[in-house]
């Protein structure tokens, strides 16, 4: 398999999905360059190379969930710092407010999981929160890979369609 083919013949699409999985072009640069290297390491695990972007793609969101998780415990990790530097803080600081705010979007989302039958809540969790693999998560839902990958993707639609009612509800 030529890796360096396939990423030339990827790499821009994948980048505009991690646009929108990120939010801005900076993070999407940095998620597409931490994606191709766990790609690039991780090529044995590719089965077929058609389906490359799909695959990439994929790591590139779990390395943007993950940046997302670590830019949400930043403040707080700075807040430590000062803390035991030995600063106070005033009162009214304003990331007191995106940290509200991250908490009630992670109870929205927390909520949209829990709502989720059985079959795709367990799938749900494993693969996309644990980061199971799928043939792992599938061996231990004793099911086929393509339940498993059917599953997954009713879940993942089910939890946006979800977040989205939430959200729409709350403006």
Known sequence: ?????LVNEHKDAV?????????????????????????????????????FRVWLAQIGRRVCWQLRKREALMPLLQLS????????LPADDPA????????????????AVASLPPEYGDVYRMRDLEELSGSEVARQLNIS???MKSRLHRAR???RENVDRALGAGS
Request: charged share 35%; glycine share 2%.
């Open 1 to 5: 398999m030529d890796f360096e083919r």
């Open 15 to 51: 980048y505009r999905q991690m646009i929108r999985a990120c939010g801005n072009r900076e993070d999407a640069e940095d998620v597409l360059i931490e994606a191709l290297l766990k790609a690039y390491r991780n090529l044995e695990q590719l089965r077929a190379h058609e389906a």
């Open 81 to 88: 710092s000062l803390e035991d530097e030995g600063h106070e």
């Open 96 to 111: 007191l407010d995106s940290s509200v705010a991250r908490q009630q979007m992670k109870e929205v989302l927390m909520s």
């Open 145 to 147: 890979l393509q339940a």
């Open 157 to 159: 639609a089910t939890v």
